[in-house]
Nanobody, 115 residues
Framework: QVQLVESGGGLVQPGGSLRLSCAAS????????MGWYRQAPGKQRQLVAT???????NYEDSVKGRFTISRDNAKNTVYLQMNSLKPEDTAVYYC?????????WGQGTQVTVSS
């Protein structure tokens, strides 16, 4: 059974940084895509960034240059380094794993950017 465990969320002031982690376990194939999505109150869940097992990345326009997605394939873990955070980055951040055409989600971690 696939499980995704996220960590690293919290409260940070505007301009600050946070690093999110998501560890995957159970039935993971070596070829997959992992990513981060976020959902703000009253809004739909949206893509933040994705990374393939080969290292190809994709970012939502508003986070380009501020966020960096990376992964450790040996640990089946994906990271999201978030710098220059803005109040509009406030949301629940979800980890997603796509493998063999199936999608799995983590439980979400709250990120709040506020002074």
């Amino acid at each position: 059974q696939v499980q995704l465990v996220e960590s690293g969320g919290g409260l940070v002031q505007p301009g600050g940084s946070l690093r999110l982690s998501c560890a995957a376990s159970g039935g993971i194939f070596s070829i997959n895509t992992m990513g981060w999505y976020r959902q703000a109150p009253g809004k739909q869940r949206q893509l933040v960034a994705t990374i393939t097992s080969g290292g190809s990345t994709n970012y939502e326009d508003s986070v380009k240059g501020r966020f960096t997605i990376s992964r450790d394939n040996a640990k089946n873990t994906v990271y999201l380094q978030m710098n220059s955070l803005k109040p509009e980055d406030t949301a629940v951040y979800y980890c997603k794993l796509i493998v063999v055409g199936l999608s799995y989600w983590g439980q979400g971690t709250q990120v709040t950017v506020s002074s």
